[in-house]
């Protein structure tokens, strides 16, 4: 079982893993736990934690709190111009995608409006 991500980590790791480095990477998909033989019975190890990658082993090490705190910490300085955290404009809460336009938490819509005249139709392109 892993550890539950906030809203910001699931966010950055849902869409802006392009920023990971290949290392944060191998890391990050090796991070799942599997029991291996030990002397006292089964012991949890994650691939990440058996990878022939020094750095992908000190990552591993961190725990995957830890790990991820620092991904997101990084991508969010090394990229912060290309990084668009989207806020409700109502409540403040982080949206569930950049280009949300209806906050999960308070319900808030910010959707523009279909057509300005009445007795026009809606943007067919556009549902």
Do not use: I
């Amino acid at each position: 079982m892993g550890v539950p991500m906030d809203d910001l980590t699931l966010y950055v790791f849902t869409h802006y893993e392009r920023f990971l480095t290949p290392v944060e990477r191998e890391a990050h998909f090796g991070m799942g736990l599997f029991f291996s033989g030990g002397p006292d019975g089964p012991e949890p190890k994650s691939l990440a934690s058996t990878a022939q990658s020094a750095e992908v082993r000190e990552l591993a090490a961190l725990g995957n709190e830890e790990f991820r705190r620092r991904v997101v910490e990084r991508v969010l300085r090394e990229h912060s111009g290309e990084v668009v955290l989207n806020h409700c404009p109502k409540c403040g809460g982080l949206c569930r995608t950049p280009r949300a336009r209806q906050c999960w938490r308070c319900g808030h819509d910010w959707h523009e409006a279909r057509s300005a005249e009445p007795g026009v139709a809606a943007d067919p392109g556009r549902v």
